[in-house]
């Protein structure tokens, strides 16, 4: 049931479309909506798909001729039924009546015709639920370039090959607008903890947002900045700014804008952001605040210092439970340094929209050891139309969903671990024959 | 351990998935006394399973190593004994995700089969969600109970033995998601309705034929689910290999002994370590396709109810 109070008086614009959300208060999710003018939402009462009437069909398309001429009502004409307020539905049925060649069509075409003009004509609009499956193919069916053309079932295989579920310690570093923690939050149901890797100035959480997540979900969200992590390993880590605060908070600011440019949201419903903005800056007009204004910020500073201090001592146990990686840099470097904080016996598993890249993560993880188990893959997905004696994939399937690279953590032996010299890495692994098993015991 | 909590030590009575190399694994019940024969030689549970780490190398007898591993229902997938024709992970990881699963979510789900799917579902559903998994054949329900009793989950689980078409999932109202892994789920799909709660939910059917799917597809269109979509996924594996080639001698133009036009017209292996003209090669890194891959496992046909 829709109830967030944040939806009121906000203006959503979508495809051209533009409207309210009061109306949707109240109703369940799945519910759907026509656009009235003015941009009121009303439920739609649902008519019959297929009228009973019947309709009168061609068998074949022997006599359609593609002359563009057709359709006998012009642009013009069209705009000025919408002007006049008519409907959807009707414009829709003026179109198949001004059509010279829709009663020649199949049976098959006139529903497609159908369909495609209601597609264009009716303002309809349904509220769903937001999950991993809806934000995830509207992702990539929108913003691809946003979430590094991660496609949804490569997602779906992330969350499985990293064995994410309630409960565990999980390290996530994507530059994927917090898709791909927004995926890992829902699969960890509030319970476990996550550490979110992040590079520039704070983490990136616009997707994240999207999932409309209970406020629980956030306490054990924890982040740390990439540029840090050398020194976390390195012994050298302190959560005191290096710099002058001032300093800091005025780079940090710079690179946040700079990140702000690829993090816009596609018409996503964001309450109380624009009243935030709106409160600081009648703050910064009034000089009375100042006082209490340099205050909060220390004490914002303060509570960083101290997640930050946090977040540090969860990733200084080693002992995560996995490591998931999407982002736009280069996996090596990170897999490198991050599996230093997961725990043997885990599973870890890296996306990159390009395989060469894992070409590469993956001798260089072969070189260093602790990973067993390593495998490239990529899926393909294919979608169906089917329809009694007319069943068979779609016309057009999506060319690449990106590369994942996964594997298992095992113990590093002593003295492998960061030390130089490389003896030759044991070959491998053992022979990849299975062996007969005397004492197999289930 | 448990199939839904790691632990970080190997215990009496715990299954462990000992690794023998590249794709070469099985399962091993750990238990104070006994050994287990590789092809490395024994490895004795009391000695050299409990107590230890998951992750860790575990000599044996014959000096051979192999890793012991902490279970997950992905590494089960692999390893479990078949009684039947089981999911895979590649379309385990599609129908958790279509079917909006997550802690909490009740599914419902038939038949049992193996379990393979039935231990991811438990997975993800855990702590606080449930599986309703039917299972006509006595035997293959009566395996599922034991194993799930065995990894820790059985409170998570109800397996119950009877036809799914005749009898339905035995609970009503309550399911966000219904999964179909039967020979006829179209005979299904009015008690898996019933099954779904009333506002609502996921369903999803895998069948390897598509007269199977056309079937379906007409029975959920009849019972009003909505969102009908049917899809089908594939795994695609790349072995990493170094590759080299060689560089074909196309002789030498006349006064010109700076080599093939090949290596001076192609900036991008200049310098670069793998290429060695004099030799004639060049080294590469590729992602080799397998020469024979699973092409086909089944279709998945999704779709939603809706409040009606
Ligand atoms: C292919 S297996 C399922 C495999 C399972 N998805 C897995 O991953 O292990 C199909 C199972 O459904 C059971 N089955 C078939 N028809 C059934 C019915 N009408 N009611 C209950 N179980 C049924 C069979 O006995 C068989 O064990």
Redesign the interface.
């Known amino acids: 049931c829709l109830n967030e109070t944040g939806l009121k008086i906000q203006k959503i614009i979508f495809e051209k479309q533009w409207f309210y959300l009061d109306n949707a208060i109240g109703h369940v999710y799945g519910t759907t909506f026509e656009v009235t003018s003015g941009g009121n939402l009303q439920p739609k009462q649902e008519v019959e798909e297929t009228s009973t009437e019947a309709k009168e069909a061609g068998t074949d398309n022997r006599n359609i001729v593609d002359d563009g001429k057709s359709q006998k009502l012009t642009h013009d004409d069209i705009k000025a039924l919408k002007d006049k307020g008519i409907k959807g539905q009707e414009i829709v049925q003026q179109l198949i009546e001004n059509s010279t060649t829709f009663r020649d069509k199949t049976e098959f075409a006139q529903d497609k015709y159908i369909k495609k003009k209601k597609k264009k004509y009716e303002a309809v609009i349904t509220i769903v639920k937001p999950s991993t499956r809806i934000l995830s193919t509207m992702y990539y069916a929108r913003e691809p370039g946003k979430i590094n053309h991660l496609r949804y079932d490569t997602l779906a295989q992330m969350l499985t090959l990293g064995n994410v579920h309630a409960g565990t310690k999980m390290i996530v570093m994507e530059t994927c607008a917090g898709l791909v923690l927004g995926a890992v939050m829902e699969r960890m149901g509030g319970y476990g903890s996550i550490v979110q890797m992040y590079p520039g100035g704070g983490p990136v959480r616009a997707a994240t947002s999207c999932f409309g997540f209970p406020r629980e979900f956030f306490d054990n969200l924890h982040e740390f900045p990439l540029s840090r992590v050398q020194s976390l390993l390195g012994g050298t880590f302190s959560a005191e700014p290096e710099e002058m605060p001032l300093l800091e908070e005025e780079s940090n600011g710079l690179s946040e804008e700079k990140q702000q440019e690829t993090e816009e949201e596609p018409a996503e419903i964001s309450p109380a952001e624009e009243q935030d903005t709106m409160d600081i800056s009648a703050e910064e007009l009034n000089c009375l605040f100042c006082c209490s204004k340099v205050r909060d910020k220390q004490i914002k500073q303060w509570e960083r210092r101290k997640k930050l201090k946090e977040a540090a001592a969860l990733l200084g146990e080693k002992n995560a439970d996995g490591l998931i990686v999407a982002s736009k840099f280069h996996p090596t470097p990170l897999l490198l340094s991050l599996l230093e904080f997961v725990a043997p016996s885990r599973p870890f598993v890296v996306y990159c929209q390009y395989k060469e890249p894992l070409l590469d993560c993956y001798t260089k993880l072969r070189e260093r050891g602790g990973v067993i188990n390593l495998k490239l893959s990529e899926s393909w997905l294919r979608n169906y139309q089917v329809l009694p004696d007319r069943s068979h994939p779609k016309l057009s399937m999506s060319g690449g969903g990106g590369y994942l690279l996964s594997g298992i953590t095992v113990l590093l032996e002593q003295g492998r671990a960061g030390c130089g010299t490389s003896e030759p890495p044991k070959l491998e692994e053992p022979s990849s024959k299975r062996c007969k098993l005397q004492d197999l015991p289930c | 351990m448990s199939f ?3 632990g ?1 030590t190997i215990k009496d009575g715990d ?1 462990a998935i000992v ?6 694994m ?4 750990v ?1 104070h006394g ?7 030689g024994v490895i004795r549970h009391s000695t050299d399973l409990i107590g230890k ?5 575990v000599t044996c007898s014959k000096g ?7 279970p ?3 590494l089960w997938t692999m390893n ?2 078949h009684r039947t024709q089981i999911l895979y ?2 379309d ?3 129908i ?3 079917l ?1 699963l ?3 979510s009740i599914v419902c789900e038939s038949g049992t089969g193996s379990g393979s799917l039935s231990h ?1 579902l438990i ?2 559903v ?3 969600g449930h599986l309703y998994t039917v299972e006509f054949h006595q035997k293959r329900a009566e395996k599922a109970r034991e194993e799930f009793r065995e990894h820790g989950v059985e409170h998570l689980v109800t397996v119950t033995n009877q036809d799914v078409c005749k009898s339905g999932f035995g609970v009503s109202n309550i399911a966000d998601a219904v999964f179909l892994d039967i020979p006829s789920p179209w005979e299904a799909i009015g008690h898996a309705k019933s099954a779904l709660k009333a ?2 939910g996921r369903i999803c059917s895998f069948s390897p034929c ?1 007269e199977q ?2 079937r379906t ?2 029975a959920m269109e009849e019972y009003g689910f909505t969102e ?13 290999r170094t590759i080299s080639l060689q560089i074909p001698d196309l002789g030498k133009a006349a006064e010109d002994n700076s080599s093939t036009g090949f290596d001076s017209s192609n900036p991008s292996h200049q310098g670069s370590p793998c290429a060695n003209l004099q030799q004639g090669t060049v080294q590469f ?3 080799v396709p397998l020469r024979e891959v699973v092409g086909h496992t089944g ?1 998945l ?1 999704f779709a ?1 109810k ?2 009606v």
């Open positions: 839904v909590e790691y970080d299954t690794f023998l190399g590249h794709e070469s099985f399962p091993v019940k238990q006994t050994v287990t024969q590789t092809k490395y780490k998951y992750g860790s190398k051979g190593w192999v890793f012991i591993l902490h997950t229902p992905e479990l004994p992970s590649t385990i990881s599609i958790t995700m279509m909006e997550k802690p909490g991811a997975r993800t855990a702590p606080t506002e609502g598509i799917v056309q597809c007409l009908i979509n049917t899809l089908e996924i594939l795994l695609r594996v790349y072995n990493v890194k590729s992602g279709y046909t939603t809706n409040l």
